[in-house]
């Protein structure tokens, strides 16, 4: 008798680690990662965010025409090149179509873009001044489909191919080039390849934390093939590196911009601290412009010379240098006229090289 009871209890513990088992497989969610892409940095990017998170879960890679329904998945990430300072139109057109589905979803988005450096700001002949690289432009897409709220953003920097970009492409190239104010080294083709390694590693580990629940994979520069693989855009450069971001501590002054660049370690709210503790020490009207979990753009305001000014500030964190916050400021007023603003700029940048050591 006991012998016998003995062993429907074992039956038992062993149905019940079945079933708890299959329980775990139950729950294992379906993802699906839809791209858009023209020359295929995009597509090589969604199998590199695959492969992070894991050939072990189901994670489909599909192109936009492939994509009948969403229903089947329990969470969607989207992936777009970057036109026009934004994701492509199918793109938007892919997220009106399924609207209401995406909603009750985890959502995720990532672009493959241009200027990585989210303390960007652009100023156009003819308009105003605004954020520009990496996440910020994802900004329109949130604003324009406000009731899906991703889980993670990420803007990984650009990929392309000189000699195979179309006419239209060639231009845009041409032009960013023309139209970039800060004097850096390179030009428009600079901007174009610019893909960080690191925000792709760091944008598929964060699905697995803040979607899958699993634990950060480790040893993520095992998938950088996807990333070598790629031609570099100046192709007739062999001595061009893939990535040459710009240095944290830089000052560059034209008779078009004063433009200084600085970073010191801590969060986006010391930043916003330490600007506060400058604007008010300088006597300057801090006014935000546009804020966002990762970076904010201020109209620092103040009159010299009975002549108002505006110092175009951004405090931002980047995916690549965790625990650290970077600076920008600019000035787009003519050098006769600028020389307090350029004071009360390196006063700032004082403030921040002190907290750094």
Same mark, same amino acid.
């Given at each position: 008798?006991?012998?016998?009871?003995?062993?429907?209890?074992?039956?038992?513990?062993?149905? =019940?680690?079945?079933?708890?088992?299959?329980?775990? @497989?139950?729950?294992?969610?379906?993802?699906?990662?839809? @791209?858009?892409?023209?020359?295929?940095? =995009?597509?090589? !990017?969604?199998?590199?965010?695959? *492969?992070?998170?894991?050939?072990? @879960?189901?994670?489909?890679?599909? *192109?936009?025409?492939?994509?009948?329904?969403?229903?089947?998945?329990?969470?969607?990430?989207?992936?777009?090149?970057?036109?026009?300072?934004?994701?492509?139109?199918?793109?938007?057109?892919?997220?009106?179509?399924?609207?209401?589905?995406? !909603?009750?979803?985890?959502?995720?988005?990532?672009?493959?873009?241009?200027?990585?450096?989210?303390?960007?700001?652009?100023?156009?002949?003819?308009?105003?001044?605004?954020?520009?690289?990496?996440?910020?432009?994802?900004?329109?897409?949130?604003?324009?489909?406000?009731?899906?709220?991703?889980?993670?953003? *990420?803007?990984?920097?650009?990929?392309?191919?000189?000699?195979?970009?179309?006419?239209?492409?060639?231009?845009?190239?041409?032009?960013?080039?023309?139209?970039?104010?800060?004097?850096?080294?390179?030009?428009?083709?600079?901007?174009?390849?610019?893909?960080?390694?690191?925000?792709?590693?760091?944008?598929?580990?964060?699905?697995?934390?803040?979607?899958?629940?699993?634990?950060?994979?480790?040893?993520?520069?095992?998938?950088?093939?996807?990333?070598?693989?790629?031609? &570099?855009?100046?192709? *007739?450069? &062999?001595?061009?590196?893939?990535?040459?971001?710009?240095?944290?501590?830089?000052?560059?002054?034209?008779?078009?911009?004063?433009?200084?660049?600085?970073?010191?370690?801590?969060?986006?709210?010391?930043?916003?601290?330490?600007?506060?503790?400058?604007?008010?020490?300088?006597?300057?009207?801090?006014?935000?412009?546009?804020?966002?979990?990762?970076?904010?753009?201020?109209?620092?305001?103040?009159?010299?010379?009975?002549?108002?000014? =505006?110092?175009?500030?951004?405090?931002? =964190?980047? &995916?690549?240098?965790?625990?650290?916050?970077?600076?920008?400021?600019?000035?787009?007023?003519?050098?006769?006229?600028?020389?307090?603003?350029?004071?009360?700029?390196?006063? !700032?940048?004082?403030?921040?090289?002190?907290?750094?050591?």
């Amino acid at each position: 008798m006991v012998e016998y009871v003995k062993r429907i209890l074992l039956v038992c513990c062993v149905v =019940t680690a079945a079933a708890s088992v299959s329980s775990v @497989h139950a729950v294992e969610k379906k993802g699906l990662l839809v @791209h858009a892409s023209i020359y295929g940095s =995009t597509i090589e !990017a969604s199998y590199w965010v695959k *492969a992070i998170i894991g050939h072990e @879960h189901h994670l489909d890679v599909k *192109a936009l025409p492939q994509v009948i329904t969403v229903e089947p998945y329990d969470y969607v990430i989207i992936g777009s090149l970057t036109r026009n300072e934004k994701p492509v139109e199918p793109i938007y057109e892919f997220v009106e179509k399924f609207r209401a589905a995406l !909603a009750g979803k985890e959502v995720c988005y990532f672009l493959t873009c241009g200027d990585t450096d989210e303390t960007m700001v652009l100023k156009v002949p003819g308009q105003d001044a605004h954020l520009i690289g990496g996440r910020n432009y994802l900004m329109d897409m949130l604003q324009s489909f406000p009731e899906i709220k991703p889980v993670v953003i *990420a803007g990984f920097g650009g990929r392309s191919v000189k000699p195979t970009l179309n006419l239209k492409d060639s231009f845009m190239v041409w032009l960013v080039g023309k139209l970039a104010k800060e004097g850096e080294v390179g030009g428009g083709l600079d901007i174009w390849e610019s893909l960080v390694p690191e925000r792709v590693e760091a944008f598929a580990n964060e699905v697995r934390v803040k979607v899958l629940g699993l634990g950060p994979r480790e040893n993520v520069e095992q998938f950088r093939g996807y990333w070598q693989s790629l031609q &570099p855009a100046s192709l *007739a450069d &062999p001595s061009k590196k893939k990535f040459d971001p710009r240095p944290f501590d830089y000052r560059h002054s034209t008779d078009r911009i004063h433009y200084v660049r600085a970073r010191m370690p801590g969060t986006l709210d010391d930043g916003i601290a330490l600007l506060d503790t400058w604007a008010r020490e300088a006597g300057i009207d801090l006014r935000e412009q546009v804020k966002n979990f990762f970076n904010v753009y201020y109209h620092g305001v103040k009159s010299y010379g009975g002549k108002e000014m =505006t110092i175009h500030v951004v405090p931002s =964190t980047l &995916p690549e240098d965790p625990g650290s916050v970077h600076f920008s400021f600019r000035s787009y007023d003519k050098p006769d006229n600028r020389a307090g603003v350029e004071t009360d700029i390196d006063r !700032a940048a004082q403030m921040i090289t002190a907290r750094s050591k």
